[in-house]
Structures are given as C-alpha cells and as structure tokens.
C-alpha cells in the first residue's frame, strides 16, 4: 500500500481524491491535541469550485503567486506545516495562520467521523483581517508537526 498509485484510492466524503504533499503523503501536517482541537491530519482534496485545491487556485491563485507562492499547492504545504496560530472561523471552521507582513491563513474543518481536518479553503490577508476571531492555539515558539513521511499510518479503512 505504499506505492503512490494506491493513495489516489483515498477520497474525501465527497469522492474527490486527496492531493499528496511533496512527500508523497497524504497528511500536509497535523493538529495535535495541545492545540486545543481534536487531533488529526491536515488534508486536502482536489475538490472544485467551491472547496480544496482546485477553489483556492480559482478564487486566491493569483492573489497567492503576488505574495511569493508558485501555486495554491506550494501554498497549503507551506502554511499546513509551518502554522503558528489556530482562530475560529465562521461556523464549524478554524483559520490556521502564519504570520509575517501579512497573515497566509488555511481555512479547515473537521470531518465529522474526526478522521481529518479538510482544507477548504486559503489565502493571503490583512493581519487585521482574524484579530477580532476567538484564539484557540497560539505556537509561535514551537513548530507543529510535520507529516509523516511516504503516507506512514495512513489507512485506507477510514475513508
């Protein structure tokens, strides 16, 4: 089950199969139970219009290569490791955030069997743009951890 081939067999609720990361896994990073939230992986789908990798190259891909990213990809890898703060988001989302002239902000959501967090969407804002949203995990001494390499404890059995 380790070969690439057989993680384009996972999909999310929606039959839209996960993005591997640059190492060939599945996980892009990892909230952990000191954060304040139920722990698992960072996922994200190919998605569509309205969600994952595809809606952030649509909606954000330019907005993110004038602030230094390639690609919506390059992106989610970078803040799904790196994250330094968690913030509520609107309804049953959280805002996982980088910080630096700007904020570079996953939005995530938690499936409902608690499996994974599911990247739906992201983009570069104002540091104004989530002060106001309630903290949930504040990090910025420690780094979050980073994903498994080659896919290791990934399970088809809970897709």
């Given at each position: 089950m380790s070969s690439k081939k057989n993680y384009r067999l996972a999909t999310d609720e929606n039959g839209s199969p996960f993005v591997l990361n640059s190492k060939g896994s599945i996980d892009f990073g990892y909230i952990t139970e000191e954060m304040n939230l139920p722990p698992a992986p960072i996922r994200i789908a190919?998605?569509?219009?309205?969600?994952?990798?595809?809606?952030?190259?649509?909606?954000?891909?330019?907005?993110?290569?004038?602030?230094?990213?390639?690609?919506?990809?390059?992106?989610?890898?970078?803040?799904?490791?790196?994250?330094?703060?968690?913030?509520?988001?609107?309804?049953?989302?959280?805002?996982?955030e980088v910080h630096n002239d700007h904020n570079d902000t996953l939005f995530v959501k938690l499936v409902r069997d608690f499996c994974y967090?599911?990247?739906?969407?992201?983009?570069?804002?104002?540091?104004?743009?989530?002060?106001?949203?309630?903290?949930?995990?504040?990090?910025?001494?420690?780094?979050?951890?980073?994903?498994?390499?080659?896919?290791?404890?990934f399970s088809l059995s809970k897709m």
């Open positions: 190919e998605g569509d219009d309205n969600y994952g990798l595809r809606h952030i190259e649509l909606r954000h891909g330019d907005q993110l290569r004038n602030n230094g990213f390639r690609s919506a990809y390059e992106f989610v890898e970078y803040v799904s490791g790196n994250f330094t703060e968690i913030r509520e988001g609107i309804g049953d989302t959280y805002l996982l967090w599911k990247v739906i969407s992201g983009g570069v804002f104002k540091l104004s743009y989530s002060k106001k949203k309630k903290e949930i995990y504040s990090g910025s001494d420690n780094r979050p951890p980073q994903p498994a390499p080659d896919g290791e404890g």
